[in-house]
């Protein structure tokens, strides 16, 4: 049975990593990991302060007056930068989500990456603007995968491009389409 609590508190005590794709997950995850924390700060996260904790009419909140007050204002204050630590502040959001914006913009295939790698790093990508919050028509994310793909990739692509149905057909089966070709290809020799 120790055993088990030793191995138990070295789970509570590594926290999440956010991987873009697995958003969702992590959600999961996270509220997990702060329940086996320290439950009360979850109630602060999910219920909000405590009466005690609100600000008042005067727009300022009052000093805790009891022992159990001052543990709930600490449980409130390690709950606020729990949030801010994994949220961040909306200027470090904004300025994620213009950098990744930009490095969307700015996205083309490597020279020598075989397009499985700008499929990659472009998914990649979009994953982490849509954890950001950045919603994108399905028809401009395939036609700038597209695009993005080099020189060699015209002759393929152009079709894709002229056709009505890109809105409806996902990343991923795109991808799936065009990989028939790559064994067609031959690559820019430097």
Not at 139 to 154: C, H, M, V
């Amino acid at each position: 049975m120790e055993n088990f609590a030793e191995s138990n508190s070295t789970l509570v005590s590594k926290v999440p990593m956010l991987k873009p794709s697995e958003f969702d997950m992590w959600k999961i995850r996270i509220r997990q990991y702060i329940l086996l924390t320290d439950y009360s700060m979850w109630d602060i996260i999910e219920n909000g302060p405590s009466e005690a904790g609100k600000i008042g009419p005067d727009g300022k909140r009052p000093p805790p007056k009891t022992d159990g007050e001052r543990k709930i204002r600490q449980t409130e204050m390690k709950a606020l930068s729990t949030l801010l630590l994994f949220a961040g502040t909306k200027s470090i959001k904004r300025n994620q989500r213009d950098v990744l914006k930009q490095q969307y913009e700015n996205f083309t295939s490597s020279k020598n990456e075989s397009m499985t790698q700008t499929f990659d790093r472009f998914n990649k990508l979009i994953g982490e603007l849509a954890t950001v919050g950045v919603k994108m028509e399905q028809d401009d994310i395939n036609r700038k995968f597209l695009r993005s793909l080099g020189d060699e990739w015209t002759m393929y692509t152009v079709s894709y491009r002229q056709s009505d149905n890109l809105e409806e057909k996902e990343l991923d089966d795109l991808y799936n389409d065009l990989r028939v070709f790559e064994t067609e290809l031959v690559l820019p020799v430097e």
